[in-house]
């Protein structure tokens, strides 16, 4: 049980994420998770509308993972990947093969989503020196998000973006405007053009392009039409580009396809996979390519792929991740998912009427609602958690990414205190 003097070591001591040192704001000290709620220190007991950061898409203590970790932690928790392998490692390569694009043969297992989106932006470099054309530009659109370490922010948007700061110490890449065709709307043939005239002008130093495919995550979550990577895919082959798709938020059923990648029809060359990979129980990501691509890295200068994280192919976070990808071949999935969402569009829609809310979007398991005037961020903290739920609102956005498992009680409470919210001036700044 942590003392309130603990609290006040917290405070001055512990740096939490996107906080000042100087003026942090608030932190909920959690006593027990399961289910679909966490459990204050003081007792109160909160609906999780986030899925902790959206990777427990089946809620927290899912006996199959626990049981899967207990397993693994008695026999080999952990072992380097350099020269050896490990049955977790091949079971869960075993299990991906079947549920990734089949076109992705090859699979690096990395640490987080930043690390995964590192390893991909390496690989399209070092295909390319493999080819004796050695490129050193990605091309991507506006308010995207790729992760904190410098590769990834790199290709993250350079103004709109969280990392603009960094932006005089970052490799200089190539953006272009977001798409605006709606995902529920119709396609905007103009909105490619900037898209094709850029990939032309730099198509021999472009040696990727990299997207979020269908929905922009922490630069917006913003939900675009299919037609817009459609299109991307077909100028990646004309001009033979490689594409990175980042379904790290995307993947795993969130936006009610397996991949999101899926309500396009295609496939990119590389793949990034992370968060809900393990269920929510720990850190694991994956960055997975075609033969081809492969074997040309192999036959680069360096003969190998230059990258080998300590904790690469950890076994006890590959027997989880693959205890969820026997979860999640079930396919119950499909139906939770469907149900949160007709759920949203019964709930969050109408919101588009209050004088706060600039737009709803909604798609799979998330919805969002985006709101004139930034949050109070403390203020609508601690709004949410006297109403019983956590949601971590962030900008102008209070968005929902429940667990898929939520039943419609529970649903209905997180959705009640975001209408209420956006009904209290006081909690924007």
Partial sequence: M???????????????????????????PVAESAGVHLTLADGRRLVDGMSS??????????PELVAAAKTQLDTLPHVMFGGITHEPAVRLCQSLRTMLPQNLACIFLADSGSVAVEV?????????????????????ISRGYHGDTFGAMSVCDPVNSMHSLYSRFLPEHIFVPAPQSRF??????????????????????????????????????????????????????????????????????????????????????????????????????????????????????????????????????????????????RGEWQAQVAAVEAHFQTALRPLSAEPNVADVRIIGAIGVVETHKPVNMAAMQAFFVQMGVWIRPFGKLLYLMPPYIIQADELQQLTDAVAAAVRRDDLFA
């Fill in 120 to 140: 991909a932006l390496k690989m399209a470099l070092q295909y390319w020196h493999g080819k004796g054309a050695p490129r050193s530009k990605f091309l991507t």
């Fill in 184 to 329: 529920d709307g119709e396609w905007l043939e103009n909105d490619i053009t900037a898209f094709q005239t850029a990939l032309h002008t730099h198509r021999h130093d472009t040696a990727a392009v990299i997207l979020e495919p269908i929905v922009q995550g922490a630069g917006g979550m913003r939900v675009y039409h299919p037609d817009y990577l459609r299109r991307v895919r077909q100028l990646c082959d004309q001009y033979g580009v490689l594409l990175i798709l980042d379904e790290i938020a995307t993947g795993f059923g969130r936006t009610g396809k397996l991949f999101a990648c899926e309500h396009a029809g295609i496939a990119p060359d590389i793949m990034c996979i992370g968060k809900a990979l393990t269920g929510g129980m720990m850190t694991l990501s994956a960055a997975a390519t075609t033969r081809k691509v492969a074997a040309i890295i192999s036959r680069s200068e360096a003969g190998v792929f230059m990258h080998g994280p300590t904790f690469m192919g950890n076994p006890l976070a590959c027997a989880v991740a693959e205890a969820n990808m026997q979860i999640l071949a």
């Fill in 2 to 28: 942590l003392t309130p003097q603990d609290l006040v070591f917290d405070r001055r001591h512990i740096w939490h994420p996107y906080t000042s040192m100087t003026e942090p704001l608030p932190v909920y």
């Fill in 53 to 62: 950061w959206w990777c427990a898409q089946h809620g927290y203590n899912h």
